[in-house]
């Protein structure tokens, strides 16, 4: 699409009666559109090899989660930026504010075939509950649009939140789906996916509803300690295999984006290199492991305001290819010691289960998280000195990992 000197706004002129239309959708159904309006949008993406970054702060990681569910997403899905400390409260003036900071850390990193930057930012929780705004696009167009999502089949305020997060995440689909020109072909297709999503059964299996649900309790038990021991600070994540799975279950409570600093997906290894991974730790056969996590999440300081205090990073390989192979992943979270030096704890973990299931949506889905499970064990463990509570939790989250996979392997890297 040709740019232009200044951005003209286009709008999908069938996108507010498919936000009326969610309103009545339950949770489990919007998240089987969500992941269903991945995979329409997934080939478009995929043919036309175009690089894309998602920049979504109510929903972070949502659409990229929905989109690399999809073979071959690592073919057009490079990352996504959020920086929290800085976003302003008019929705409207955010859509340029993203294009414009995505495109700038795609041209420092060398994502040279970027081309789009679509995200939503809004509010889950509050008296502005269910304002919307998503958008996606380039230097010189993009589409836009603000919207009022008020859930009617929803009664808890949790409940209300995720919804109102899968819905900032479907609509971010839907304008790229609008800024490729393509949403008048895809219409009667969405629309049988609306129909589809009420009646087909909730996509995760039981293993991946369990370990969510585990993620989600122990991420409300430990919030409030976590923020005591911040003191002030704040944590930056970056992201590769779970796919912004960690950042969207830490945006799940009400407040928590107040100590968020930075969110960076770095599915593209580049992103890496971008906090300062050197490149013989990017290679397949070295990108998940510890020494790489650890240069990686310790780099991220680097790449977030001086308030950031921890660190959390993912990487790994989720529906590895090798035939009877495990999935394996490694995480890092670092802190910063009182006389200013970085120390970061990582686990590199091997996904027992997973060498007997065959690759596919569902093992992606576990992998994923179990990454985000292992993550909330190092940041207890790491945060756990002096805190009973803690140590227990920690101990709990260890037991349940070791249910799916084989003995986790900690370091300590300063």
Known sequence: MEQNSDPEILGGKDIHSLVKQLENFDLSQLRNLRYR??????????????????????APGM????????DKSSQYLQGGLVRYSSLPGDLRSLASLCITEGFSLAKEAGLNNC???????????????????????????FVSECFDFSPKTIQSPEDKRTAIQEVAAILTMYQIMAFLDVIQDANSRINALLYDSQTVEDPLTPDVQDTKKLNR???????LLIKKKLNGGKI?????????????LMTSIEGATNILDTYLNWYDPLLKAYVGVPNENLKWDRIAEPDTIALASSGLFNRSNTQTSITIGTTGYANYWEKGKADYFSIGVSTKESDGLISTITARVEVDRSKNITPSWGRRQLTRNLGVTVALYLLC???SQENPQLVEISIRLEQYIKGYCGEMKIAEFK
């Open 115 to 141: 081309q789009i930057i679509a995200g939503a930012h809004g509010f889950a929780s509050g008296e502005r509950a269910g304002e919307i705004m998503s958008f996606a696009g380039n230097h010189g167009t």
């Open 381 to 383: 463990k790491k945060l």
């Open 217 to 223: 309790h122990v991420w409300q038990e430990i919030f």
């Open 63 to 70: 659409e990229a989660d929905a989109l690399a569910s999809n």
């Open 37 to 58: 309006l991945g995979g329409l949008l997934h080939p478009m993406l995929l043919q036309q090899q175009i690089g894309l970054l998602c920049n979504s702060g109510i």
């Open 236 to 248: 930056s994540i970056g992201e590769s295999f779970t796919c912004g799975l960690l950042a969207n």
